[in-house]
């Protein structure tokens, strides 16, 4: 059993930069690979980033390469999203998940789940 909690978002002016964090529990944490998923108003959930149980692979949905990044200190069993040049089209809420494969894009693959943190990105 993993839990996931998300912190980290709030409101910032476009261009700004915000780091989510995903603090996790469970002993077998280190064996899941993590992934990012947004959900904007009115939309379907979307992949953002994926990485691997070691930390060593990335993976990005295509429109958030160069700007999103995403790192794992499994010393701490906590994921990051450091999100670099934001823009108003990015306002969503942000969820964490834990998966046992990499990389995963489909949200259906993903077994646990964050409650999500907000992120308003206002022009």
């Known amino acids: 059993q993993v839990q996931l909690v998300e912190s980290g978002g709030g409101l910032v002016q476009a261009g700004g930069s915000l780091r989510l964090s995903c603090a996790a529990s469970?002993?077998?944490?280190?064996?899941?690979?993590m992934g990012w998923f947004r959900q904007a108003p009115g939309k379907e959930r979307e992949f953002v980033a994926a990485?691997?149980?070691?930390?060593?692979?990335?993976y990005y949905a295509d429109s958030m390469k160069g700007r999103f990044t995403t790192s794992r200190l499994s010393a701490k069993n906590t994921v990051y999203l450091q999100m670099n040049s934001l823009k108003p089209e990015d306002t969503a809420v942000y969820y964490c998940?834990?998966?046992?494969?990499?990389?995963?894009?489909?949200?259906?693959?993903?077994?646990?789940w964050g409650q999500g943190t907000q992120v308003t990105v206002s022009s």
């Open positions: 998940a834990a998966t046992l494969s990499f990389p995963v894009v489909a949200e259906y693959d993903y077994d646990y």
């Open positions: 469970g002993r077998t944490f280190s064996s899941y690979a």
């Open positions: 990485i691997s149980w070691s930390g060593g692979d990335t």
